[in-house]
């Protein structure tokens, strides 16, 4: 029943996503910069923007300039976390599952902090991902990183239906501000 509910959820969300400005990223970025900003030294995931979703490549390149390591996800197979792999601007980058990107080269990194893309969310922090659990899996995988949902402010629903397995996030920037969930 929560199967088909998160699947009808995640039609919707992409659908309403279809028409959004991935420009808005620069906003969700001096969002962040501005209230959240990964501590000093810190290892930054991030990811490379897929079809309509936030583009927060300016995050990356403004964190790469403040000396943090960023890292990319690589898809690994179904079933198991995350992969990270080290990433500066002017990588060449691969082509991964579903549309994804990565660097063709580079270190494993563990991340301390995530941008974590997502298709909805609500205020408890709860999120809705693209159905594959590689958030999820990594987080709970990482439990002393932080991790910052990224989304439009219209990706907002009034309540998500939650497992077990899925991990609640304490914030969520969008463009029209910070989300502060207190998961």
Same mark, same amino acid.
């Given at each position: 029943?929560?199967?088909? $509910?998160? /699947?009808?959820?995640?039609? !919707?969300?992409? $659908?309403?996503?279809?028409?959004?400005? =991935?420009?808005?990223?620069?906003?969700?970025?001096?969002?962040?910069?501005? !209230? $959240? =900003?990964? =501590?000093?030294?810190?290892?930054?995931?991030? +990811? &490379? @923007?897929?079809? /309509?979703? @936030?583009?927060?490549?300016?995050?990356?390149?403004?964190?790469?300039?403040?000396?943090?390591?960023?890292? #990319?996800?690589?898809?690994?197979?179904?079933?198991?976390?995350?992969? +990270?792999?080290?990433?500066?601007? %002017?990588?060449?980058?691969?082509?991964?599952?579903? %549309?994804?990107? +990565?660097?063709?080269?580079?270190?494993?990194?563990?991340?301390? &902090?995530?941008?974590?893309?997502?298709?909805?969310?609500?205020?408890?922090?709860?999120?809705?991902?693209?159905? %594959? %659990?590689?958030?999820?899996?990594? #987080?709970?995988?990482?439990?002393?990183?932080?991790?910052?949902?990224?989304?439009?402010? +219209?990706? !907002?629903?009034?309540?998500?239906?939650?497992?077990?397995?899925?991990?609640? #996030?304490?914030?969520?920037?969008?463009? $029209?501000?910070? #989300?502060?969930?207190?998961?």
């Amino acid at each position: 029943m929560m199967d088909a $509910a998160k /699947s009808a959820l995640r039609r !919707e969300a992409m $659908a309403r996503r279809a028409s959004a400005d =991935p420009a808005l990223g620069a906003r969700i970025t001096a969002h962040i910069l501005a !209230e $959240a =900003p990964p =501590p000093p030294g810190a290892v930054v995931a991030g +990811f &490379w @923007p897929m079809g /309509s979703e @936030p583009d927060i490549r300016p995050l990356l390149e403004a964190l790469h300039a403040r000396g943090h390591a960023i890292a #990319l996800p690589v898809t690994p197979p179904r079933g198991q976390p995350l992969q +990270f792999r080290a990433w500066a601007p %002017g990588a060449a980058m691969a082509r991964g599952p579903l %549309g994804t990107q +990565f660097p063709e080269e580079g270190a494993t990194l563990t991340p301390d &902090w995530l941008a974590v893309p997502l298709l909805a969310f609500d205020r408890t922090g709860a999120r809705l991902g693209y159905g %594959g %659990g590689y958030y999820d899996r990594t #987080l709970a995988a990482l439990p002393r990183a932080t991790a910052i949902g990224i989304a439009y402010a +219209f990706q !907002e629903v009034p309540q998500l239906p939650t497992g077990p397995h899925d991990i609640r #996030l304490p914030a969520i920037a969008t463009e $029209a501000g910070l #989300l502060r969930t207190g998961a």
